[in-house]
């Protein structure tokens, strides 16, 4: 594996779960694969999951971690070929990441989007441009509009929890106070959909009218805007808020209550509860849930040590 950006860089989404809860039953088995070899992390935005659980893989492989805070510590990148750098910005990301990809065996990018404009955000931009001058194997953090670490993450924490062959997993809109990216929901509904196809999941996505997701990640879903309906026998409700895809980056009063609650899961199948987090309590997300039974979002995030080890034990597995 070169590069792990979305779903497609997967092919049995049942032999990577399987590997993953392998690597979760064993941690510290591959160690040599890691050793003098370097994963460099590079944020351009916040983070807490990402950060440690990716160190944390890395660290059982027993690699090297160099972690930059571009946002905070480095110097202020320009994106755009053709342009004078007379202005703001001080180092263009073509000399920034070769330079970065002679440090690092291994790179982690996570950039979010500007949420301005859908184009130059759907376009992965900045993280094709990462990726063609570091010269090195790249493993998304995020980017604008996917989150595959979270993603996989959450096909393995379904795997882990549920009690039946094929559940159904409904992806529940939540509101919110500001407007966020489609990246999380983008990739848990094409990773879902591609679950589905695979035979491992019934999936379903509920989201009030205006926050349609872009049609490329929810080929094969049922799509409602009754989430009372949509949550009738769910085994899992994914619990997400995201801004508007087609009046890019709004944000609409939705007068109907969306916030997920005893009420609600009163009507699934007993169903288990995630959230990628951080959530906000009471807001998108009750904290009697929250605090109950019925929440996985502790277990989820555990997870994604297994998630970025999987994947960073491939690419090692691929190094010269
Ligand atoms: N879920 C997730 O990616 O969390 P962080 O933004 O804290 O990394």
């Given at each position: ?300 995030a555990s997870n994604r040590v297994w998630a970025a080890q999987v994947v960073l034990k491939r690419m090692l597995e691929?190094?010269?």
């Amino acid at each position: 594996m070169n590069k792990f950006f979305s779903v497609a860089d997967i092919d049995d989404l049942s032999k990577v779960v399987q590997d993953a809860l392998a690597l979760k039953a064993s941690p510290y088995e591959n160690k040599a694969l890691g050793e003098n070899r370097t994963l460099g992390l590079v944020f351009l935005n916040p983070s807490l999951r990402t950060r440690m659980s990716t160190q944390k893989a890395a660290m059982n492989l027993g690699m090297n971690v160099m972690v930059m805070n571009m946002d905070k510590d480095g110097w202020a990148l320009e994106t755009q070929d053709g342009v004078v750098m007379n202005g703001t910005t001080v180092e263009h990301i073509r000399e920034a990441a070769a330079v970065m990809g002679e440090y690092c065996d291994i790179l982690g990018l996570r950039s979010f989007p500007g949420l301005k404009d859908r184009e130059t955000d759907y376009n992965e931009d900045l993280f094709n441009k990462f990726v063609k001058f570091c010269g090195v194997p790249v493993v998304s953090l995020e980017s604008a509009t996917r989150h595959p670490l979270q993603s996989l993450t959450d096909l393995i924490t379904i795997a882990e929890h549920k009690e039946v062959d094929k559940p159904k997993v409904v992806l529940a809109w939540a509101p919110h106070v500001k407007a966020l990216p489609q990246a999380v929901p983008n990739s848990f509904a094409e990773w879902m959909c591609k679950a589905q196809q695979q035979g491992l999941v019934d999936f379903t996505i509920a989201h009030p009218m205006g926050y349609d997701l872009c049609e490329d990640f929810t080929k094969g879903a049922t799509i409602s805007d009754d989430l009372s309906d949509s949550l009738k026998g769910a085994d899992f409700v994914y619990v997400k808020n995201w801004s508007s895809y087609v009046e890019y980056g709004q944000v609409h009063p939705v007068a109907q209550n969306w916030m997920m609650d005893n009420a609600k899961l009163a009507l699934t199948n007993n169903a288990k509860v995630m959230h990628c987090l951080p959530v906000r309590r009471d807001l998108e997300l009750s904290s009697e849930i929250l605090d109950g039974p019925n929440s996985l979002v502790i277990k989820e995030a555990s997870n994604r040590v297994w998630a970025a080890q999987v994947v960073l034990k491939r690419m090692l597995e691929n190094l010269k």
